[in-house]
């Protein structure tokens, strides 16, 4: 101890660093984000750019506070880890602040309308992320407002969730055309919004589910026309083996999605689904194992999977945060 020297840090002044210069496209500027396909296959591919080199920055820890002034507004009637904190964190990061409004403390508890409620916050706020259970009031919500509004999940889609799963996949494999990726499961929101962003930048899917719990049939249409576009297959199966031979990414949500009461028949037509070592076995010696979280180790899959060397379920975790930094940027500069 009695060698160790110390210097004093400068802070500020004329030495302080300078913003980390980056580039983006203006075309996202003031826009929504509440379906999947309200961005073009390639302004996703510019949002992934640009949160790659969020990413970068970030590491280096080179400022970029390019929001400063600039308030997000948090809508949320569920709870969340990831999605709240992306979003919360994202915008300070870059310079802005974020409100948390959880919809139990608003007027809205009290029958103030949704659109009452979107255009009020719009004079208050730069954008608002939303979590809500409905999709038809999201939609109700972004007709009042007259700024960004973002689609934090409801129970047909998690958009921001899958534009950083492709993201995840693309910064893992680099070229995503050409990859095929699997989802094995509930064909709930999660696997809505993973088919149409799939499809979109020409990943191939195969979708295994069972009857009763398949996705959405005109979300499916959707995702064949985006697909016939990028040069991308679907393959819509009951049969988890067909959907895993080969893949290059496994994926699977829990059993028992939010709000939801636990159903037995639910979880026993979803059992079979499971992503067990012996369906990573079956993918490509390469296959990575994702999942969006949170999880239930031992039920939709096994801990030696969730925690084993395939797995890149924490690196997608952490890509939420440049994901929401890259949308927050585009859409509120
Ligand atoms: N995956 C995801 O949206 O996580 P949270 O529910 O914690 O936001």
């Known amino acids: 101890m009695e060698n160790q020297s110390y210097h004093n840090l400068v802070v500020g002044g004329a030495a302080a660093a300078t913003l980390a210069s980056i580039e983006i496209s203006p ?37 970029h506070t390019y929001l400063r002034g600039k308030t997000l507004g948090l809508l949320f009637q569920h709870p969340s880890t990831r999605t709240r904190t992306a979003f919360q964190v994202g915008m300070e990061q870059l310079g802005g602040q974020a409100v948390f409004l959880g919809i139990q403390d608003l007027q809205l508890k009290r029958g103030e309308t949704l659109q009452d409620t979107a255009r009020i916050m719009s004079g208050y706020l730069d954008a608002i992320g939303v979590r809500i259970e409905s999709q038809v009031d999201l939609d109700e919500f972004a007709r009042g407002a007259s700024v960004p509004v973002y689609n934090g999940l409801t129970s047909e889609r998690h958009p921001i969730e899958a534009l950083g799963d492709v993201f995840t996949l693309r910064e893992r494999f680099g070229e995503l055309k ?66 895993v031979s080969g893949v290059d990414a496994v994926y699977t949500d ?24 012996g369906v990573m076995a079956e993918a490509a010696p390469h296959a990575v194992f994702m999942h969006c979280l949170p999880m239930r180790r031992g039920l939709e899959v096994e801990p030696e999977v969730a925690d084993g060397p395939q797995s890149i379920i924490f690196d997608q975790a952490e890509n939420r945060l440049h994901v929401h930094k890259a949308i927050l940027l585009h859409t509120m500069i």
Not at 224 to 235: E, P, Y
Not at 254 to 277: C, F, I, N, W
């Open 27 to 63: 075309n996202l500027r003031g826009r929504s984000f509440i379906r999947d396909t309200d961005f073009s296959p390639a302004e996703l591919l510019d949002l992934m750019e640009t949160s790659k080199r969020l990413k970068e920055i970030r590491k280096l820890g080179r400022p």
């Open 254 to 277: 829990v059993h028992q999605s939010m709000g939801e009461d636990a159903q037995l028949a639910k979880l026993t037509a979803l059992a079979p689904y499971r992503v067990t070592r």
């Open 178 to 243: 050409g990859l095929t990726f699997a989802y094995l499961g509930d064909g709930n929101n999660v696997c809505h919004s993973l088919m149409l962003s799939m499809a979109a930048v020409g990943v191939n899917l195969r979708v295994a589910s069972p009857a009763g719990y398949q996705p959405d049939p005109g979300i499916v249409d959707i995702a064949k026309r985006l697909a016939a576009a990028s040069g991308a297959t679907i393959v819509m199966t009951e049969d988890p083996h067909e959907a």
